[in-house]
T-cell receptor, first 114, second 116 residues
Framework: AQTVTQSQPEMSVQEAETVTLSCTYD???????LFWYKQPPSRQMILVIR??????QNATENRFSVNFQKAAKSFSLKISDSQLGDAAMYFC???????????FGKGTSLLVTP | GAVVSQHPSWVICKSGTSVKIECRSL??????MFWYRQFPKQSLMLMAT?????????EQGVEKDKFLINHASLTLSTLTVTSAHPEDSSFYIC????????????FGPGTRLTVL
């Protein structure tokens, strides 16, 4: 079974600064999907960014970007120009293939300070 | 687009009773829906995969007779917690995959179940 590891239970960043959240995963598959989801206090899961393993180019969505290192099985999330609304729990997730269930890491709680 | 709703958002029930939670895809058809469970300050754990018109596939350790899942249409899946006990108290979240784009799951807002 694939495992997803988030080694940072909590992170803190000042408003307008940049923060990087780490995620590593273990798999023997060559084709898969990786995701970062945000869960604010409302507990609604919000998709932040997704990456297909066959794409070498790192995904970017506005202030959010990833550093996908396939050989190292690493998938970190960089948040630039952090905003107070970015404070939330962030989950890294793995999916074996299109249409498959998600395997989540334990999450990183991000605190944004003014 | 891609909105998923859950009902109810919060339910309190007595031990021994059954509770049904609905998950609906509002603006798209979902051939596959997933049910996750989340304990406080923990991650989401997959309980079962639900495909429209067929029996759900349960993860190891999830009692299929206790957590009944029905996916009778392309927009509705239900999770029924039968003979609920206090240890079933948790946050239950569903997600749905669209028929046209199957690589991204869209999540419902979750249902908080408290069993007294």
């Amino acid at each position: 079974a694939q495992t997803v590891t988030q080694s940072q239970p909590e992170m803190s960043v000042q408003e307008a600064e940049t923060v990087t959240l780490s995620c590593t995963y273990d798999t023997s598959e060559s084709d898969y999907y990786l995701f970062w989801y945000k869960q604010p206090p409302s507990r609604q899961m919000i998709l932040v960014i997704r990456q297909e393993a066959y794409k070498q180019q790192n995904a970017t969505e506005n202030r959010f970007s990833v550093n996908f290192q396939k050989a190292a099985k690493s998938f970190s999330l960089k948040i630039s120009d952090s905003q107070l609304g970015d404070a939330a729990m962030y989950f890294c997730a793995y999916s074996s293939n299109s249409g498959y269930a998600l395997n989540f890491g334990k999450g990183t709680s991000l605190l944004v300070t003014p | 687009g891609a909105v998923v709703s859950q009902h109810p958002s919060w339910v309190i029930c007595k031990s021994g009773t059954s509770v049904k939670i609905e998950c609906r895809s509002l603006d798209f058809q979902a051939t596959t829906m997933f049910w996750y469970r989340q304990f406080p300050k923990q991650s989401l754990m997959l309980m079962a995969t639900s495909n429209e018109g067929s029996k759900a596939t349960y993860e190891q350790g999830v009692e299929k007779d206790k957590f009944l899942i029905n996916h009778a249409s392309l927009t509705l899946s239900t999770l029924t917690v039968t003979s609920a006990h206090p240890e079933d108290s948790s946050f239950y979240i569903c997600s749905a995959l669209g028929t046209s784009r199957t690589d991204t799951q869209y999540f419902g807002p979750g249902t908080r179940l408290t069993v007294l």
